[in-house]
C-alpha cells in the first residue's frame, strides 16, 4: 500500500518528524534545566527547614548553587526552592510560561546572593544557567495544556496539605530552641497561624521564631498568590468538537466510515480534531494528563492519513504533549511508526460477527442457546431498531434507565463509546431493548435491558454500550446481542463489533496445553486483575457468539512513556476520576440542543472494551 503525505510527496516528512521527536539536542537542554531546577530546589528547601544542613558540609558545597541562600534568608530560600520544584517540571516540557517565570527567578537569585554572602561563584552560576535558557529559548516554546478554574481549587488543596506538612517539619526541626514542650496540636495551631502570618503558640529562643515565622509566612504566600494566578488567568479550554468538525467528519465517516469499527466514535464531543491539509483525513483526540491521546485509526482517505498524523504531531510537539494512540488497527499502526516513528504493541482483540456466518444450531452455541430460550420462556420478549424509528418518549425513557442502571459513579468510555444516546444526528444507530410486561409498570415501563450500536459504515454497527436492571434475569445481554445478530439482516447490517478483549491472545495460549511457565505466569496475573478489570471475563463472554478477532494496537513513543499513557487512558476511560460524589455534582441539564449532546449515556459494562 502506497501512502503520499498531503502537500509532500517527496517522503521527507516522516524523516523530519523522527528528527524533531527523538533528536537528542531537542531534548537534553530542557530535560538538564529541569532537573538542575529540581536539584536545586531541593537543596534550597532543606537549606530554608533544617538549620544542620545549613552548617553541613553538603550546603557548604550548595552555597554556590543558585538561589540557595543559607542561613541568612531561610524564608527566602524556602519560597526559591518551591518555585523552583514548580517550575521543574514545566521546563522539562518545554513550557514557554515555565522558561519565563525561570529567567525572572535566577536573576532575582543572582543578585540575592550576591547581596546576602558576595558570592561570586553563585552569582556566576545562576548567570550561567540564565544564559542557557536564553541561548536555546526557542527550545521552550510548548503552549499551555488545558485547563479550567478547577485547577485553582486543586493547587490550594495540594499546595495547603503541603505547606501544613511542611510546616510542622519546619516547626519541628529546631527541638533546642524549643520553649517547653509543645504538643502536636500545639505545633500544628502554629503552623496553622504561621502560614497567614499571625504568631502561634510555640516559642523559641535565640531568634529562631522569627527565621520560623518567616518561613511559614512565605509558605503561606506561595499558596496564596498561586491559587489567585490560577483562578484569574485567561482560560485555556480542553479542545472540543465544534459543529463544523463534527460534520466535516460526518462528509469522511460517509465516504470511509467501513474502514474501522471505531470510525463513529470519533464523534464524541469531549474529542478535538486535527484535519489533513486537504481535510480528506483526520484524528480525534483528547488531551490527559499530558498524553495527546488519539483512539481508532484516523478517519478518512488512507492516502491522507500521513497529512493528518502530521498535523497531530505538530499539535502534540507544540504543546510538549505525549502523542499516543489506542486501539488503532493492524493498518492503522502501521502507517503510524512509519510516518512518526513511534512504536507499537499489541493491546488486545476486538471480537467481530459476521452476520451470515452466525448460527444457535450446533454444540459450540449449546449454552448460549439455552440462556436465550429459557430467558424467552419467561416471558422476555426483544425489540431491535433505528434509533430514527423510536418515538421521543422512548428514547428519552431509555436514556434515563441507561444512566440509572449505570454501575459506577461516572461514565465511562472513551475510545469505544460514543457518550450519548438518541441524538437527532445519530439516527442510523440501532438500539436493542428487553421487556417484560409484570403487571406493575417500573420506572421505565416494561423495559428490563438496552444494547446501543453505532453505524460501522453502511453494512456493519458497533456495540456502544449494555445496560440492564439488575433485578432481571441473568442473560439479557446475551438476550439482545443475538437478536440484535438475528434482526441485523433486515437492516442491512452484514458485521457486528462487539466487545474488546485485553490481553485475549495471552489469555487464550496460556490455557491451552504445552504453554511455557512465562505465559502460565502472565495468564495468572492476567486472571487475578480480572478480579476488578473484568479482563478475563469480558474475553470468555465474547467467545461465546465464535466472534473472528481484529487486533488492535497502542502506539507509544517511548517505553517509560507507557505508565504514563496507561495512567492517562484509565483516566480518559473513567476507570480513574478526581470528581466529585455524584451527590456534589451540578445537575446536567437534559435540554437538547440542534444537532448537539443530548444526555450523556456512555459505555458503563463495556469497561476493558477500552483497554
Same mark, same amino acid.
Not at 112 to 118: D, G, K, P, T, V
Given at each position: 500500500?502506497?501512502?503520499?503525505?498531503?502537500?509532500?510527496?517527496?517522503?521527507?516528512?516522516?524523516?523530519?518528524?523522527?528528527?524533531?521527536?527523538?533528536?537528542?539536542?531537542?531534548?537534553?537542554?530542557?530535560?538538564?534545566?529541569?532537573?538542575?531546577?529540581?536539584?536545586?530546589?531541593?537543596?534550597?528547601?532543606?537549606?530554608?527547614?533544617?538549620?544542620?544542613?545549613?552548617? =553541613?558540609?553538603?550546603?557548604?558545597?550548595?552555597?554556590?548553587?543558585?538561589?540557595?541562600?543559607?542561613?541568612?534568608?531561610?524564608?527566602?530560600?524556602?519560597?526559591?526552592?518551591?518555585?523552583? $520544584? @514548580?517550575?521543574? #517540571?514545566?521546563?522539562?516540557?518545554?513550557?514557554?510560561?515555565?522558561?519565563?517565570?525561570?529567567?525572572?527567578?535566577? !536573576?532575582?537569585?543572582?543578585?540575592?546572593?550576591?547581596?546576602?554572602? #558576595?558570592?561570586?561563584?553563585?552569582?556566576?552560576?545562576?548567570?550561567?544557567?540564565?544564559?542557557?535558557?536564553?541561548? #536555546?529559548?526557542?527550545? +521552550?516554546?510548548?503552549?499551555?495544556?488545558?485547563?479550567?478554574?478547577?485547577?485553582?481549587?486543586?493547587?490550594?488543596?495540594?499546595?495547603?496539605?503541603?505547606?501544613?506538612? @511542611?510546616?510542622? *517539619?519546619?516547626?519541628?526541626?529546631?527541638?533546642?530552641?524549643?520553649?517547653?514542650?509543645?504538643?502536636?496540636?500545639?505545633?500544628?495551631? #502554629?503552623?496553622?497561624?504561621?502560614?497567614?502570618?499571625?504568631?502561634?503558640?510555640?516559642?523559641?529562643?535565640?531568634?529562631?521564631?522569627?527565621? *520560623?515565622?518567616?518561613?511559614?509566612?512565605?509558605?503561606?504566600?506561595?499558596?496564596?498568590?498561586?491559587?489567585?494566578?490560577?483562578?484569574?488567568?485567561?482560560?485555556? !479550554?480542553?479542545?472540543?468538537?465544534?459543529?463544523?468538525?463534527?460534520?466535516? $467528519?460526518? %462528509?469522511?465517516?460517509?465516504?470511509?466510515?467501513?474502514?474501522?469499527?471505531?470510525?463513529?466514535?470519533?464523534?464524541?464531543?469531549?474529542?478535538?480534531?486535527?484535519?489533513?491539509?486537504?481535510?480528506?483525513?483526520?484524528?480525534?483526540?483528547?488531551?490527559? =494528563?499530558?498524553?495527546?491521546?488519539?483512539?481508532?485509526? !484516523?478517519?478518512?482517505?488512507?492516502?491522507?492519513?500521513?497529512?493528518?498524523?502530521?498535523?497531530?504531531?505538530?499539535?502534540?510537539?507544540?504543546?510538549?504533549?505525549?502523542?499516543?494512540?489506542?486501539?488503532?488497527?493492524?493498518?492503522?499502526? %502501521?502507517?503510524?511508526?512509519? &510516518?512518526?516513528?513511534?512504536?507499537?504493541?499489541? @493491546?488486545?482483540?476486538?471480537?467481530?460477527?459476521?452476520?451470515?456466518?452466525?448460527?444457535?444450531?450446533?454444540?459450540?452455541?449449546?449454552?448460549?442457546?439455552?440462556?436465550?430460550?429459557?430467558?424467552?420462556?419467561?416471558?422476555?420478549?426483544?425489540?431491535?431498531?433505528?434509533?430514527?424509528?423510536?418515538?421521543?418518549?422512548?428514547?428519552?425513557?431509555?436514556?434515563?434507565?441507561?444512566?440509572?442502571?449505570?454501575?459506577?459513579?461516572?461514565?465511562?468510555?472513551?475510545?469505544?463509546?460514543?457518550?450519548?444516546?438518541?441524538?437527532?444526528?445519530?439516527?442510523?444507530?440501532?438500539?436493542?431493548?428487553?421487556?417484560?410486561?409484570?403487571?406493575?409498570?417500573?420506572?421505565?415501563?416494561?423495559?428490563?435491558?438496552?444494547?446501543?450500536?453505532?453505524?460501522?459504515?453502511?453494512?456493519?454497527?458497533?456495540?456502544? @454500550?449494555?445496560?440492564?436492571?439488575? =433485578?432481571?434475569?441473568?442473560?439479557?445481554? %446475551?438476550? $439482545?446481542?443475538?437478536?440484535?445478530?438475528?434482526?441485523?439482516?433486515?437492516?442491512?447490517? %452484514?458485521?457486528?463489533?462487539?466487545?474488546?478483549?485485553?490481553?485475549?491472545?495471552?489469555?487464550?495460549?496460556?490455557?491451552?496445553?504445552?504453554?511455557?511457565?512465562?505465559?502460565?505466569?502472565?495468564?495468572?496475573?492476567?486472571?487475578?486483575?480480572?478480579?476488578?478489570?473484568?479482563?478475563?471475563?469480558?474475553?470468555?463472554?465474547?467467545?461465546?457468539?465464535?466472534?473472528?478477532? &481484529?487486533?488492535?494496537?497502542?502506539?507509544?513513543?517511548?517505553?517509560?512513556?507507557?505508565?504514563?499513557?496507561?495512567?492517562?487512558?484509565?483516566?480518559?476511560?473513567?476507570?480513574?476520576?478526581?470528581?466529585?460524589?455524584?451527590? +456534589?455534582?451540578?445537575?446536567?441539564?437534559?435540554?437538547?440542543?440542534?444537532?448537539?449532546?443530548?444526555?450523556?449515556?456512555?459505555?458503563?459494562?463495556?469497561?476493558?472494551?477500552?483497554?
Amino acid at each position: 500500500m502506497s501512502v503520499t503525505i498531503d502537500g509532500d510527496k517527496s517522503g521527507l516528512v516522516p524523516d523530519r518528524l523522527r528528527r524533531i521527536l527523538s533528536g537528542p539536542r531537542a531534548e537534553s537542554v530542557p530535560a538538564l534545566v529541569g532537573t538542575a531546577c529540581t536539584f536545586i530546589g531541593l537543596i534550597d528547601i532543606a537549606a530554608g527547614v533544617f538549620p544542620r544542613f545549613r552548617h =553541613s558540609r553538603m550546603h557548604a558545597l550548595a552555597e554556590v548553587l543558585p538561589g540557595a541562600l543559607g542561613p541568612f534568608a531561610a524564608a527566602l530560600s524556602l519560597s526559591v526552592g518551591v518555585l523552583l $520544584l @514548580l517550575l521543574a #517540571h514545566g521546563l522539562k516540557r518545554h513550557k514557554r510560561r515555565a522558561w519565563r517565570a525561570a529567567v525572572i527567578l535566577l !536573576p532575582a537569585g543572582a543578585a540575592a546572593q550576591f547581596a546576602y554572602r #558576595h558570592s561570586v561563584i553563585g552569582v556566576l552560576l545562576s548567570l550561567t544557567l540564565l544564559a542557557l535558557l536564553l541561548r #536555546h529559548r526557542g527550545q +521552550f516554546a510548548a503552549l499551555p495544556d488545558p485547563r479550567s478554574r478547577w485547577k485553582a481549587l486543586a493547587n490550594f488543596v495540594l499546595m495547603g496539605a503541603g505547606s501544613i506538612i @511542611l510546616g510542622l *517539619v519546619i516547626v519541628s526541626a529546631h527541638p533546642r530552641r524549643v520553649v517547653g514542650s509543645p504538643s502536636l496540636t500545639d505545633r500544628l495551631e #502554629h503552623v496553622l497561624f504561621g502560614l497567614f502570618g499571625v504568631e502561634g503558640p510555640v516559642g523559641y529562643e535565640g531568634g529562631v521564631d522569627w527565621t *520560623v515565622g518567616y518561613s511559614l509566612g512565605a509558605l503561606g504566600l506561595l499558596t496564596a498568590i498561586t491559587t489567585i494566578y490560577l483562578a484569574f488567568r485567561p482560560e485555556h !479550554p480542553a479542545a472540543t468538537l465544534t459543529e463544523d468538525d463534527e460534520a466535516q $467528519l460526518r %462528509e469522511l465517516l460517509a465516504r470511509h466510515g467501513g474502514r474501522d469499527s471505531l470510525g463513529h466514535f470519533a464523534l464524541r464531543r469531549d474529542k478535538g480534531v486535527v484535519f489533513s491539509p486537504s481535510g480528506k483525513a483526520a484524528v480525534t483526540y483528547r488531551v490527559v =494528563s499530558g498524553v495527546m491521546l488519539a483512539s481508532g485509526d !484516523p478517519i478518512g482517505d488512507v492516502e491522507a492519513w500521513p497529512g493528518a498524523i502530521e498535523r497531530f504531531m505538530d499539535e502534540a510537539k507544540a504543546h510538549s504533549w505525549t502523542p499516543a494512540v489506542m486501539g488503532c488497527s493492524e493498518t492503522g499502526g %502501521e502507517v503510524w511508526t512509519r &510516518e512518526t516513528g513511534l512504536d507499537a504493541l499489541e @493491546l488486545g482483540d476486538e471480537a467481530v460477527v459476521d452476520v451470515a456466518d452466525f448460527s444457535l444450531t450446533g454444540r459450540a452455541m449449546r449454552n448460549v442457546r439455552q440462556m436465550v430460550k429459557r430467558i424467552e420462556r419467561n416471558g422476555y420478549e426483544t425489540r431491535v431498531r433505528r434509533v430514527r424509528d423510536l418515538s421521543d418518549g422512548e428514547l428519552e425513557r431509555i436514556r434515563r434507565a441507561a444512566d440509572d442502571w449505570r454501575g459506577t459513579e461516572t461514565e465511562r468510555g472513551f475510545s469505544m463509546a460514543l457518550g450519548r444516546i438518541g441524538d437527532p444526528s445519530d439516527g442510523d444507530s440501532v438500539i436493542a431493548t428487553a421487556h417484560k410486561d409484570e403487571g406493575e409498570p417500573g420506572p421505565y415501563g416494561d423495559l428490563k435491558a438496552v444494547l446501543h450500536f453505532v453505524p460501522w459504515g453502511a453494512d456493519g454497527m458497533s456495540l456502544d @454500550l449494555m445496560r440492564r436492571d439488575r =433485578s432481571a434475569d441473568p442473560g439479557m445481554n %446475551e438476550l $439482545l446481542i443475538v437478536a440484535a445478530l438475528q434482526a441485523s439482516p433486515k437492516l442491512g447490517i %452484514e458485521r457486528v463489533s462487539l466487545n474488546f478483549a485485553m490481553f485475549r491472545s495471552a489469555l487464550a495460549r496460556g490455557e491451552k496445553l504445552g504453554a511455557g511457565p512465562v505465559l502460565r505466569t502472565w495468564r495468572g496475573l492476567l486472571v487475578f486483575l480480572s478480579r476488578w478489570f473484568q479482563i478475563e471475563s469480558l474475553y470468555k463472554f465474547n467467545a461465546k457468539f465464535r466472534p473472528r478477532w &481484529e487486533p488492535r494496537f497502542v502506539v507509544f513513543r517511548k517505553t517509560r512513556d507507557l505508565p504514563r499513557i496507561g495512567f492517562a487512558a484509565m483516566q480518559a476511560e473513567g476507570f480513574v476520576t478526581f470528581a466529585l460524589p455524584r451527590p +456534589f455534582r451540578r445537575r446536567r441539564t437534559r435540554a437538547p440542543r440542534p444537532c448537539a449532546h443530548i444526555h450523556p449515556a456512555s459505555a458503563g459494562e463495556r469497561e476493558m472494551r477500552a483497554a
